[in-house]
């Protein structure tokens, strides 16, 4: 099985929500979860609000590029 494109501490903007709402960002992944039946990978996030959900690889737009502290 391929190693998974996120891991925790990865910070990262999702796709449009229900109706095509922005769920605004950044979302922290918290950890892999098993995948879907379809092999799609799964994670637990954690949002600006504080608040846990889990999304589909799918549902990730882009992963936010942390600043280099040595470059600073």
Known sequence: MARPPYKPGD???????????????????????PPRDNKEEQ???RGPDGLERAVGHHEIDEEIPVPDAAQG
């Open 11 to 33: 910070m990262v903007n999702l796709t449009a929500g229900f109706h095509n709402q922005v769920r605004p960002g950044p979302f922290e992944i918290t950890r892999l979860m």
């Open 43 to 45: 994670y637990r996030v």
